[in-house]
């Protein structure tokens, strides 16, 4: 039985949203292990404190790495059926927990209860969705001498190091990747958002053999002893582009495969024949959604001039319609943690420093707690304006005009600026010669950004190293063997 009591509160309530008395372990061997030394995180809607999350030890990662081996001697000889069913279960399990999955995730993110639970229910629908995808072996070559397979056999143990803004989601990737391809995995959640992905991993021990799933809370020391670790063979991660660079550094060592989805300073293209009555909408959802704290969001919204101002105004309207902080605002809410506030201020006091045109926004309201920042748009900053040039991660927007494709081409393609692109035209063709020439690993046509389970997902340049996601994602989580076969 998961660690839940749902009928008092030890820790009180924060701001009249009653907080249930949950307890969270580490994950090792299929057993809950408790530590000395907890943290706690704060409702970033309240400020308040959540629970103790338990720091694990570097003994703790030392037992978890022996545990994942030991299992991995096993697991890697399941069968598709077998991880298929697996992978099955897991999903049911996700499903059954939905409500305490839901509470600590919404609590620990500052998402809506809808929108927290949205994200649940994804998570489960990323586990079904390889109950039927697998890597089947592949005849390569064949003449009369010789006939070549490729078969995939897994890597080992996986040192998967998540992100804060959708917990479960990005790391329900990663977990059923591994898993689907017959690896055993251990989770470090990010230390802004333990709760959710502990509590996830003690609810599968219950459909798993112990030491195949296994989840460690800690910081970046934590992290750092992760990518060195002899005993984990690959590391997946997803977060910032330095971070990302050391833990590139700290692999080489070992030779670990490394996959890394990185930060992605998105731009959106709105061509001259675009209806702006359908468009504005999605961009909008594009640049907003969860306070602009998503991986692919628009970053940076580039609008044919002959449009600009009309685009303008109506973007100004549509944000209107996510400057809401109750509990039922399903699409936005607070930044998830006071440094990513605090940065996100910086972005909107360089803008004034620099006397840059804010339309709407940028008055961080008075509300007594938490991390609230309005939807805010910035028309026309030049494009060697700190808000262009970096990625924002907040519900701050950029909107700049252009009036030649290629020059527009050339300014979507930044260094920081290859995971995802948008682009708006009723005209495919059109569409399409502009998408191929943009350097994003992914680019949306005439919808906002959002990963889909069943198309790869992966960075160019400096927004990612591998991918994930769609049955060629699963490739990044294999080795692929070749099996030359003479013929007599």
């Known amino acids: 039985m998961p660690s839940a009591e749902t009928n008092g509160g030890a820790n009180g309530s924060t701001n009249g949203r009653h907080l249930p008395a949950v307890r969270f372990f580490n994950v090792i061997d299929g057993k ?3 530590s000395e030394d907890h943290h706690q995180v704060v409702d970033p ?8 999350a338990p720091i694990a030890t570097p003994r703790d990662l030392d037992d978890a790495v022996e545990a994942a081996n030991r299992a991995f001697k096993t697991w890697r000889k399941s069968t598709t059926a077998e991880r ?4 099955h279960d897991v999903a049911d399990c996700i499903l059954k927990n939905v409500d305490i999955l839901t509470e600590v995730q919404m609590r620990e993110t500052g998402k809506s209860r809808l929108m927290s639970k949205f994200d649940v229910e994804r998570s489960a629908w990323h586990f079904e969705y390889y109950r039927t995808v697998a890597l089947e072996d592949e005849l390569q070559y064949e003449d009369d001498t010789v006939r070549i397979i490729a078969t995939h056999a897994p890597i080992g143990v996986l040192g998967a190091i998540s992100p804060w803004n959708f917990p479960l989601i990005l790391s329900t990737v990663k977990v059923v990747s591994a898993l689907a391809t017959g690896n055993c995995v251990i989770i470090k959640p990010s230390p802004f958002t333990p709760y959710s992905l502990l509590k996830f991993c003690e609810l599968a021990q219950s459909v798993l053999p112990p030491g195949v799933f296994q989840a ?3 910081g970046a020391d934590l992290g750092e002893r992760m990518t060195l670790h002899r005993g984990i063979h690959h590391i997946s991660f997803t977060g910032t582009i330095a971070v990302g660079q050391r833990i590139l550094r700290n692999c080489a060592g070992t030779l670990k495969k490394v996959i890394l989805e990185l930060a992605g ?3 959106c293209i709105v061509c001259d024949d675009a209806d702006l009555d359908a468009v504005v909408p999605q961009v909008a959802i594009g640049a907003l959604f969860h306070a602009g704290q998503v991986c692919v969001a628009s970053k940076r919204i580039y ?6 101002d009309r685009f303008l105004e109506k973007l100004v309207e549509e944000s209107k319609k996510f400057a809401v902080d109750d509990d039922q605002s399903v699409s936005f809410g607070p930044l998830s943690n006071k440094a990513n506030y605090d940065r996100a201020l910086g972005f909107i006091e360089d803008c004034k420093k620099n006397g840059y045109k804010i339309v709407t926004g940028g008055e961080v309201r008075p509300k007594g707690k938490g991390f609230w920042i309005p939807p805010t748009i910035v028309a026309k900053p030049p494009d060697d304006a700190l808000i262009v040039r970096e990625e924002q991660f907040a519900p701050i927007v950029p909107v700049m005009s252009w009036a030649e494709e290629d020059d527009v081409i050339a300014r979507a393609n930044l260094d920081n600026a290859g995971l995802g692109a948008s682009v708006y035209t009723p005209d495919l063709d059109r569409a399409q010669r502009i998408a191929r020439q943009l350097e994003s690993g992914t680019v949306w046509i005439n919808q906002f950004e959002r990963p889909h389970h069943a198309g790869f997902f992966g960075g160019w340049k400096l927004s990612g190293f ?5 049955k060629q994602g699963l490739l990044h989580y294999c080795h692929t063997q070749s099996l ?3 013929k007599p």
């Open 32 to 34: 809950l292990r408790g």
């Open 45 to 52: 809607r309240t400020e308040e404190p959540l629970w103790d």
């Open 84 to 87: 298929q069913k697996a992978v």
């Open 216 to 218: 460690l809370d800690g």
């Open 265 to 267: 300073n998105n731009a």
């Open 303 to 308: 609008v044919h001039e002959s449009l600009y």
């Open 466 to 470: 591998g991918g994930e996601l769609g």
């Open 484 to 486: 030359q076969i003479a």
